[in-house]
């Protein structure tokens, strides 16, 4: 089966990625990377893969990703939609399978949630990790990451799996921020660290 990548974003501090079922900041730099690195294709004709938890689908509106077809993990029994790109699963396994019998697919990604992640990152078909960490800037406005209260979280890295291949730790990336739970803090500001590792070979 074909291998895949797993691309999130979270706060530095704890790792945190959710808070009551939806993303606790909305980051457009960070939206923007998301979205060009998961629709992005050598070949025009092409598409990538989104795959998530049913949970992660919700906080969409149950609207599928465009420009990618979008895989949903679910115990629940659905009818795949392919005139919208939208397809489902009962689990990561169902989800590969399926990814696997597509024509034209070039990247397929694991973009959440909690669960999802924590399983995705000890499957052996996971090969990369592109990870956006968020926190405070050395800027008087710096947006305060760790005042919000967060329920979900992003697993721990093995660093004996993944080894480390980018790190851009010493450039200060700031961008806008607008907190989904609290409104009144538009315009401040963060600090993004990008980083990518590789799964190690044996």
Not at 166 to 174: F, M, R, W
Request: hydrophobic letters at 40%; glycine letters at 4%; a neutral charge.
């Amino acid at each position: 089966m074909r291998p895949f990548t797993i691309i999130v974003g979270y706060r530095a501090s704890d790792r945190a990625i959710g808070a009551n079922g939806t993303l606790p900041w909305k980051i457009p730099k960070d939206m923007a990377f998301f979205r060009r690195m998961t629709t992005h294709t050598d070949i025009a004709s092409n598409k990538n893969v989104v795959i998530m938890g049913r949970s992660t689908f919700e906080s969409m509106n149950c609207q599928p990703l465009a420009g990618r077809i979008n895989v949903v993990c679910t115990s629940m029994d659905m009818l795949d939609m392919p005139d919208v790109n939208l397809f489902f699963a009962k689990s990561l396994e169902e989800a590969l399978e399926k990814c696997h019998k597509m024509v034209a697919i070039e990247k397929v990604f694991v973009i959440g949630g909690e669960q999802l992640y924590r399983y995705a990152i000890q499957h052996p078909l996971c090969e990369e990790l592109i990870i956006n960490e968020f926190s405070k800037c050395a800027r008087a406005n710096s947006f305060d990451l760790d005042a919000i209260k967060c329920d979900a979280f992003f697993p721990e890295v093995n660093e004996d799996k993944y080894e480390l291949i980018l790190d851009y730790n010493n450039i200060d990336s700031i961008s806008e921020i607008r907190s989904s739970l609290q409104e009144s803090e538009e315009g401040m500001f963060i600090k993004i660290r990008y980083k990518k590792y590789y799964r190690k070979t044996v």
